[in-house]
């Protein structure tokens, strides 16, 4: 499939939904412990419309804060968040195989993902105020190997 058809001008961000954003705090001590480190995990899983030019997309993160000090988890947070895109070329952009299996332009689909997490990064940057995720940004990771990908139809 040819990647110069692909123009992210032709892509909209029709919504998005914040569905979960739970956050733990399992050191109820609240002396500030400034030595932290986080791990992240994260998935996302691509819907296609083909009739309707869609793409929904959810992306799933848990993030565990920490103790450096004490290696104990500090606090978790869970979050989803879905959006909906429009491609206007979306009949350029895919095809069906003969085993009915729908084929989505490479480039296309790296994007959505790029452009979901960096949205969502600073969606999270606002939401994590005030809690003891406040400050931490999520990193810029490459969504072609970073982000576990599952695609369904």
């Known amino acids: ?3 110069l058809l692909f123009k992210p001008e032709l892509v909209q961000i ?7 954003l739970n956050i733990e705090n399992l050191n109820e001590d609240q002396n500030e412990d400034k030595d932290v480190s986080f791990t992240l995990k994260n998935s996302i899983e691509l ?3 083909s009739l309707n030019k869609l793409i929904k997309s959810k992306l799933d993160i848990s993030i565990s804060q920490l103790s450096d000090i004490k290696s104990e988890v500090l606090a978790k947070a869970s979050i989803t968040v879905e959006y909906l895109f429009l491609v206007e ?3 350029e952009l895919h095809y069906i195989e003969e085993n009915g299996t ?3 332009n490479q480039s296309l ?5 790029a452009i979901v997490y960096s949205t969502t990064r600073g969606l999270l940057m606002d939401r994590f105020k005030d ?9 810029i990771i490459d969504p072609r190997k970073d982000i576990s990908d599952n695609a369904s139809k």
């Open 14 to 20: 029709a919504s998005y939904k914040l569905l979960k």
């Open 47 to 49: 819907s296609f419309n």
């Open 1 to 3: 499939m040819n990647n």
């Open 102 to 104: 729908l084929k989505v």
């Open 89 to 91: 070329n979306f009949e």
């Open 131 to 139: 809690t003891p995720f406040d400050g931490f940004i999520l990193p």
């Open 109 to 113: 689909t790296e994007s959505i993902k």
